[in-house]
């Protein structure tokens, strides 16, 4: 259920972005990014995406997820690492890390079709 609330704020910002350009076609394509630390699983939010765009101007958009990997930067040492799990301790000194990148849910870009001259 957790990205079942996430679609319906990406589309509202999408849709948002469409009133804002005045345009009445309908988008071809969005482009989101997704960090890994948010647990959100993209299948899913495809799925919803789908339903909830219909009869929207986003309908049959196509969804391109990028993944954005889980970074961590260590507060006593600096060092930058890529766990594999979501382990918030430093793999060399074991201080606590803070989170660089992963938490990341934004809608980049929407695009559509060039307006017919
Ligand atoms: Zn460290």
């Not at 972005?17 to 997704?34: D, K, N, P």
């Amino acid at each position: 259920m957790h990205e079942l609330g996430i679609c319906r704020s990406l589309i509202d910002v999408a849709l948002g972005a469409l009133a804002e350009r005045e345009t009445t076609q309908r988008a071809t394509s969005l482009q989101v990014e997704i960090g890994r630390f948010t647990a959100v699983v993209p299948d899913s939010l495809r799925f919803y995406f789908e339903v909830l765009s219909r009869g929207t101007l986003l309908e049959g958009a196509e969804l391109n997820i990028e993944s954005v990997p889980l970074r961590t930067r260590c507060r006593s040492c600096a060092l930058e690492a890529e766990p594999e799990l979501p382990s918030l301790l430093c793999p060399q000194c074991e201080g606590v890390v803070e989170i660089v990148t992963g938490r990341e849910l934004r809608l980049v870009s929407v695009d559509v079709p060039e307006e017919a001259a």
